[in-house]
């Protein structure tokens, strides 16, 4: 969108920015509160997550301030998308841990987790059938298609308009809305990716994760791009979990 410099201040503007600004956060707040209220372990979790995501995502319809997903943006969008899978897992993967032990334990030890800084991660609580309680066989395939549902889709939209559409350009001024998404803000780049980088376990990944969402946003100029990387990498980290029982990943 184009950046309209020093615009005035009118009753019609401030109305509209105080929309944007809640349509922007409140369902990734909501998320937060619904994700502490209903806990772990409960594969309902997600069901109620979901729903309730994707009526708020409705219900507030940030994307109302941007323009329609541009089809070239797409392949880069998945490029970006596979690559922070790579990252995300690449240092914990079975084959890098048995190529470079040491440089693996380095990683998990003080680059994951900064509740437990210098200590491997913790083994993964299992329910009385043995198996984890994302797994399908304890969900059954519904449920674990839901979760995949909001782990893809709905949280990647929620945070994408939350960090990138909102956080990145509030930060550069205000109406937000009116920033261009365009621009590159190297200070304020490294500063949402920090932000963003807290909110997960993998704070390392999630750090260069936001460097690369904020970069793929700029290059394109499309809030869309960086939803559809972030969903292909959430939706690839479901199917890794899956199939190897790395469930802290998800």
Not at 6 to 11: A, L, Q
Not at 31 to 51: F, N
Not at 122 to 146: A, I, K, M, Q, S
Not at 184 to 212: P, Q, R, T, Y
Request: with cysteine; hydrophobic share 50%; glycine share 8%.
């Amino acid at each position: 969108m184009s950046e309209q410099t020093k615009p005035e201040w009118t009753p019609e503007l401030d109305k509209e920015n105080s929309a944007a600004v809640w349509a922007h956060t409140v369902p990734f707040l909501a998320w937060l509160l619904m994700m502490s209220l209903l806990g772990d372990p409960s594969g309902m979790r997600y069901l109620w997550q979901t729903v309730g995501g994707l009526i708020l995502l409705f219900a507030f319809r940030p994307w109302r301030w941007y323009e329609r997903p541009k089809l070239k943006s797409l392949p880069l969008a998945l490029a970006v998308g596979v690559l922070v899978f790579v990252f995300w897992v690449g240092l914990e993967s079975q084959f890098f841990k048995n190529t470079f032990p040491g440089i693996s334990a380095f990683y998990e030890k003080y680059l994951v987790d900064l509740i437990h800084f210098g200590n491997m991660r913790e083994p993964l609580e299992l329910g009385e059938n043995g198996f984890h309680h994302y797994d399908p066989r304890t969900t059954g395939w519904p449920l674990f298609w839901v979760h995949m549902l909001g782990t893809t889709l709905v949280i990647g939209a929620i945070e994408e308009f939350m960090f990138r559409g909102f956080v990145y350009r509030w930060m550069q001024g205000s109406p937000f809305f009116r920033k261009d998404i365009g621009r590159m803000d190297v200070k304020m780049c490294i500063l949402v990716s920090v932000i963003f980088a807290l909110e997960h376990n993998e704070w390392i990944m999630g750090f260069l994760c936001g460097l690369f969402y904020t970069w793929l946003m700029v290059r394109t100029r499309d809030i869309w791009a960086p939803i559809w990387a972030h969903a292909l990498t959430n939706g690839l980290l479901g199917w890794y979990a899956v199939k190897t029982g790395a469930y802290w990943f998800w």
